[in-house]
């Protein structure tokens, strides 16, 4: 069945430090792919998507591009902020699944002053 | 974006008294709505897909009778945890739209159980 592998966190980065959270999914079909963020004690915030290859994702600094020959969605930041400290879900959504969102993990990221 | 909102945010119960969760999405209709648990430090794991109109569609390991989901209207999706028990204690979040291809999925905010 589908499924996503995430890098394994947490991640501890100083501020302005370049990020990278690596992403590789499993599917059948031809998935859309997205990243979302949860910040502590509230509810998951869609941060990008992708539906196609090729495509690049990017939302408050943050970029992922669909990489279909190497089934990837590594999530990128040029300088990441203390405010930036939350759990990060890479997720795929495959029609043969009946759209239902499979979720990776999650990747912890504190972010230190 | 679209809004989705969860009542209540927290709950407190005794074991053996049962829990309604409602989700409504506030700005948009929802033929589909989804039921998800997160334990702590952990993924999401979808529970079950609510269909308005028609009975939800539960995953692999979830008993339906213990977790009753009523799609009553196309804002509001309702999920009963009946009878429950320390181990129901868990984040539970619903999330609507993302039925079809590319299209985002609205989270609510969550609801936290905890079961004494």
């Known amino acids: 069945g589908d499924s996503v592998t995430q890098m394994e966190g947490p991640v501890t980065l100083s501020e302005e430090a370049f990020l990278t959270i690596n992403c590789t999914y499993t599917?059948?079909?031809?998935?859309?792919l997205f990243w979302y963020v949860q910040y502590p004690g509230e509810g998951l915030q869609l941060l990008l998507k992708a539906t196609k290859a090729d495509d690049k994702g990017s939302n408050k600094g943050f970029e992922a591009t669909y990489r279909k020959e190497t089934t990837s969605f590594h999530l990128e930041k040029g300088s990441v902020q203390v405010s930036d400290s939350a759990v990060y879900f890479c997720?795929?959504?495959?029609?043969?699944?009946?759209?239902?969102?499979?979720f990776g993990a999650g990747t912890r990221l504190f972010v230190k002053a | 974006g679209a809004v989705v909102s969860q009542h209540p945010s927290w709950v407190i119960c005794k074991s053996g008294t049962s829990v309604k969760i409602e989700c409504r999405s506030l700005?948009?209709?929802?033929?589909?709505m989804f039921w998800y648990r997160q334990f702590p430090k952990q993924s999401l794991m979808l529970m079950a897909t609510s269909n308005e109109g028609s009975k939800a569609t539960y995953e692999q390991g979830v008993e339906k009778d213990k977790f009753l989901i009523n799609h009553a209207s196309l804002t509001l999706s309702t999920l009963t945890v009946t009878s429950a028990h320390p181990e129901d204690s868990s984040f539970y979040i619903c999330s609507a739209g993302g039925s079809r291809r590319g299209e985002t999925q609205y989270f609510g905010p969550g609801t936290r159980l905890l079961v004494l």
């Open positions: 599917a059948t079909g031809y998935p859309s």
């Open positions: 997720a795929l959504s495959d029609g043969t699944g009946g759209f239902k969102t499979i």
């Open positions: 700005d948009f209709q929802a033929t589909t």
